[in-house]
């Protein structure tokens, strides 16, 4: 898959642009696996790109033909499901170890955060009311943001 990420009519490690007429186009390039996707509602996606072997999983900042790492990870976290935060930060659902953490992507450090659950599967969603929701391996859990 990795020689078909230079060929540009191969979808292969992009992300790619819908037209209102259902054409594609590159919008950013470079990621191994990109897996999990939220935005700002403007103009950045943050990606979590999970990884082969011995490379590092990674968040990802991008704008269109901009990729950012912001953090990347040794060991194996497999990142599955990210929101961004009323207040910029990101709710990162890691599936290997189950851990809901809150990371600030201006000081990101190791991108551990604050862990505010430890059955976190598969999705997070902030709501209403500024709470979590997320999914377990069977259920929805909750969980409050630290201050």
Partial sequence: ??????????????I????SDG????WATGFNNPFAFASDG?????????APGTEPERLLRVTEGTVEVVAEWDE??????????????LAICYYATGELAI??????????????ADDCAYAVV???DGSLAYATETAVGFADLPT
């Fill in 76 to 89: 194996t976290r497999v990142p599955a499901a990210l929101a961004v935060l009323e207040d910029g930060r």
């Fill in 42 to 50: 403007d103009t950045t996606v943050w990606v979590a790109d999970n």
């Fill in 126 to 128: 902030q709501l209403p």
């Fill in 1 to 14: 898959a990795r020689s078909l990420a230079d060929e540009p009519s191969a979808p292969t490690s992009k």
């Fill in 23 to 26: 054409s594609t186009r590159p």
């Fill in 103 to 116: 990371v600030d992507p201006t000081e990101p450090g190791d991108a551990s955060g604050t862990t505010v």
């Fill in 16 to 19: 790619l642009a819908l037209g």
